[in-house]
């Protein structure tokens, strides 16, 4: 069966710092891979997904980026964070239609 | 672009009764979702729904597609404490081309109280 899993759970950052989220998924191999955000425990926006290795599309225009360096590996990083980067980041992926997501990052930048 | 109206937003009801959810969408989908996801956790899959006019049960949950193919709702029958949480529909785009392939549009969600 699939898992995808998340890490790390929580992270408290400063504004200016950065920021490196993973993600990766087990028993499936090239899976569609998504990033999103939930602020305020509604609504998810899409942020970035991708469909293979070194494939990235951006969603929406912001201060954060994606890269898949591996068939099952998904990070999203920023360089220097901002207060409006706070949020619950999810990490998805799928096959198809269905998209499966992860346990989620609780990100509070400060 | 897409667009989905989900209501209610929310929902506070008695342990025991039934709930009633739907999506509505300017334009079709070819695949309708339903998730639910609890506090401080990831979204999980409910239901899925791939034809129009579709009806699918899993346990107490209750989920259609609707014929024009550009709604869907969901029902929870005789609920419990557990049912609480945020409940997400979501619509996938016919491929046209593979630009949208895998790519979900998602109501706002519905936030379910129960009161045992």
């Known amino acids: 069966s699939q898992t995808i899993h998340q890490w790390p759970a929580t992270l408290v950052q400063p504004v200016g710092s950065p920021l490196s989220l993973e993600c990766t998924v087990e028993g499936t191999s090239n899976p569609n891979l998504y990033w999103y955000r939930q602020a305020a425990g509604r609504g998810l926006q899409l942020l970035f997904y991708s469909v293979g290795i070194g494939q990235i599309s951006s969603e929406v225009p912001q201060n954060l980026s994606a890269s898949r360096p591996q068939d099952r590996q998904f990070i999203l990083s920023s360089k220097k964070l901002l207060l409006s980067d706070s949020g619950f980041y999810l990490c998805?992926?799928?096959?198809?239609?269905?998209?499966?997501f992860g346990p989620g990052t609780r990100l509070t930048v400060t | 672009g897409q667009q989905l109206n989900q209501s209610p937003q929310s929902m506070f009801i008695q342990e025991g009764e039934d709930v009633s959810m739907n999506c509505t969408s300017s334009s079709i989908f070819n695949t309708w979702l339903w998730y639910k996801q609890d506090p401080g956790e990831g979204p999980v899959l409910l239901i899925a729904l791939y034809k129009a006019g579709e009806l699918t049960s899993n346990g107490r949950l209750t989920a259609q597609f609707g014929i024009t193919r550009k709604d869907s709702f969901l029902n929870i029958s005789a609920s419990i404490p557990s049912d609480v949480g945020i409940y997400f529909c979501a619509g996938h785009l016919p491929n046209a081309g593979g630009t949208s392939y895998g790519k979900l549009t998602f109501g706002q969600g519905t936030i379910l109280t129960v009161h045992p």
């Open positions: 998805a992926w799928s096959r198809g239609a269905e998209q499966y």
